[in-house]
């Protein structure tokens, strides 16, 4: 991939959503600025500059990236996506989005590039936006809500479970390292590390179903 990438968790902003299942994207954003704060090889820089998002700049998977998290609600992160393309000069196959979603259970990834947008509000905006679908998405897994509680606005709203959390920094930890492969070394090498991808707690339970 071309050294020129943003990199974009999707969330939203505000204490009052920190740690939510829709704000996974955000997360991740966060583990490759601690990583940059540690690795000093990074050189991780923030970028100021006017719109709604923070940026960051790196040297991470092989060059220079771009980290953003927009701070427009969810509905609208294709303003910030938008933006930093334009003045970056970012073609959208060089956009790679990180993203809860619905239809994989909690410790599964998965890496795609165009396709549908599965009712995501933030990947809509970003579609209609950029223009196109053709760009990178890395599905973190939520899991639907259980059937007797099925609203789907509440649970993606919700902060992840203590009993989730040991789950959620292994995909983070999982994901971090398949973004960097995706970017030094192509979308076939990163799928095959992320697409079998479990975490111990699931490993664990597939082990003693098969028992």
Request: charged share 25%; proline share 6%; net charge neutral.
């Given at each position: 991939m071309e050294s020129n990438t943003l990199i974009v968790g999707l969330g939203n902003p505000?204490?009052?959503?920190?740690?939510?299942?829709?704000?996974?994207?955000?997360?991740?954003?966060?583990?490759?600025?601690?990583l940059g704060e540690k690795r000093k090889s990074m050189r991780l820089e923030t970028i100021d500059e006017s719109g709604d998002y923070d940026l960051w700049k790196a040297q991470y998977g092989g060059g220079p990236r771009f980290f953003c998290k927009p701070m427009?609600?969810?509905?609208l992160s294709g303003k910030a996506v938008a933006k930093i393309c334009g003045r970056r000069g970012i073609e959208p196959d060089n956009v790679v989005v990180l993203h809860d979603e619905l239809d994989l259970p909690l410790g599964r990834i998965k890496l795609k590039k165009g396709g549908g947008?599965?009712?995501?509000?933030?990947?809509?905006?970003?579609?209609?936006?950029?223009?196109?679908?053709?760009?990178?998405?890395?599905?973190?897994?939520?899991?639907?809500?259980?059937?007797?509680?099925?609203?789907?606005?509440?649970?993606?709203?919700?902060?992840?479970p203590d009993s989730d959390l040991a789950?959620?920094?292994?995909?983070?930890?999982?994901t971090v390292k398949g973004l960097d492969l995706l970017l030094r070394r192509g979308s076939g090498v990163a799928q095959q590390f992320l697409h079998p991808f479990r975490t111990?707690?699931?490993?664990?339970?597939?082990?003693?179903?098969?028992?």
């Amino acid at each position: 991939m071309e050294s020129n990438t943003l990199i974009v968790g999707l969330g939203n902003p505000g204490p009052q959503y920190a740690g939510t299942r829709h704000n996974f994207g955000f997360m991740v954003v966060d583990a490759l600025l601690a990583l940059g704060e540690k690795r000093k090889s990074m050189r991780l820089e923030t970028i100021d500059e006017s719109g709604d998002y923070d940026l960051w700049k790196a040297q991470y998977g092989g060059g220079p990236r771009f980290f953003c998290k927009p701070m427009t609600y969810m509905n609208l992160s294709g303003k910030a996506v938008a933006k930093i393309c334009g003045r970056r000069g970012i073609e959208p196959d060089n956009v790679v989005v990180l993203h809860d979603e619905l239809d994989l259970p909690l410790g599964r990834i998965k890496l795609k590039k165009g396709g549908g947008n599965n009712g995501h509000n933030g990947l809509e905006d970003i579609q209609q936006r950029l223009g196109t679908p053709n760009f990178w998405r890395l599905r973190l897994g939520i899991g639907r809500p259980p059937a007797d509680r099925p609203d789907v606005s509440g649970w993606v709203l919700a902060p992840f479970p203590d009993s989730d959390l040991a789950d959620v920094a292994e995909v983070t930890k999982a994901t971090v390292k398949g973004l960097d492969l995706l970017l030094r070394r192509g979308s076939g090498v990163a799928q095959q590390f992320l697409h079998p991808f479990r975490t111990t707690t699931e490993s664990d339970q597939e082990a003693m179903d098969s028992a």
